[in-house]
Each structure stands twice: as C-alpha cells, then as structure tokens.
C-alpha cells in the first residue's frame, strides 16, 4: 500500500512537470520544470528495483544534460522581450485537465478493475542491478555497444573539427 502512494505521489509530480514543461515559454522554466520531471522519473525506477536505470537517470539525464541545455540557455542570452507573452496559460491548462478528467477517471476505473487487488511478484535479487546490466551489455551486445561508441567519438571530432573552421 505504501508503494502505491509513492507511485501515485511521483506519477502526479511527473505528470505536472511535463505540464509545466510544455505551457512555459521561458525556456530556463519549461528546462527546470523538465528536471523536475526527470527527477520523478528516477524515482518511479527506484520503486520498480531498477538501481542501475534510476542511478543512471539522476546522474545523466537530470545532472548531465539538463546541465548542458542551462548552458545552452544561458549562452544565447535571450531577453525577455523576445520572448512570445504567455496568455491565459493557467486557463488553458485548467480547462484542459477539466475536459481530460473523465477520461483519467476511466483510464484509472479500468485499472482497477484489470488488477483490483493483484498481488505482483517480487524481482529477483539482481535484478536492475549495475552488474546484471554490464552483463547483459558486454555478453548480448558487445558488438552493438562498440558501434555506438565508435559513431559518438567520429560525431565529436566532426564537432571540434566545425568548431575550429568557424573560429
């Protein structure tokens, strides 16, 4: 019962920096607004047991890149005046989510009675672990993780190569 009040609790929160994401037109907002939705994300993946996903989810999608699209945000240095006025977005949302909550009202009745009162397994002891990741990683898909890093490494040698014809 307690995990399905957390559940709940970090869906909610997910859900309304998602809102708040799309309804800002500041773009410093609308990317804290998605680092707090990220945040609810890790957290939906620490109830789930999967330590590695919820880890990886903190330190490179709401550390890493959130940090790099502040910088970004900051490097362009938009003023407020260029910005397009926001009107009447708390309205809009709020007329929006009265319209959509007959249909969230269903989506959740129809849940309830799919699952009522399911019992579900418990995971296995490694389960989302970091070594049971790294396992399947480099025993499944070696190959597939080499690519990938070779294709990124290329990619950032075009980027510096740009960079340094430009400047």
Do not use: C, W
Request: glycine share 6%.
């Amino acid at each position: 019962m307690e995990t399905t009040a957390y559940f709940i609790i970090l869906s909610v929160i997910a859900v309304i920096g998602g809102l708040l994401t799309i309804t800002r037109s500041h773009p410093l907002s609308a990317t804290l607004s998605l680092v707090m939705t990220l945040i609810a994300l890790a957290g939906l993946y620490a109830l789930l047991s999967a330590d590695f996903l919820f880890v990886i989810q903190i330190l490179v999608y709401a550390g890493a890149i959130m940090a790099l699209m502040v910088f970004v945000i900051m490097l362009l240095n938009v003023k407020e005046i260029h910005l397009p006025p926001e009107k009447q977005i708390e309205t809009r949302v709020l007329l929006a989510l009265l319209f959509l909550s007959p249909i969230f009202f269903l989506v959740q009745r129809g849940i309830t009675m799919q699952f009522g009162n399911a019992v579900f397994p418990q995971t296995q002891a490694g389960y989302g672990s970091i070594e049971a990741v790294g396992l399947a990683l480099y025993r499944n898909h070696f190959f597939p993780f080499e690519v990938i890093s070779i294709l990124l490494l290329v990619a950032l040698v075009g980027v510096v190569a740009l960079a340094k014809r430009r400047a």
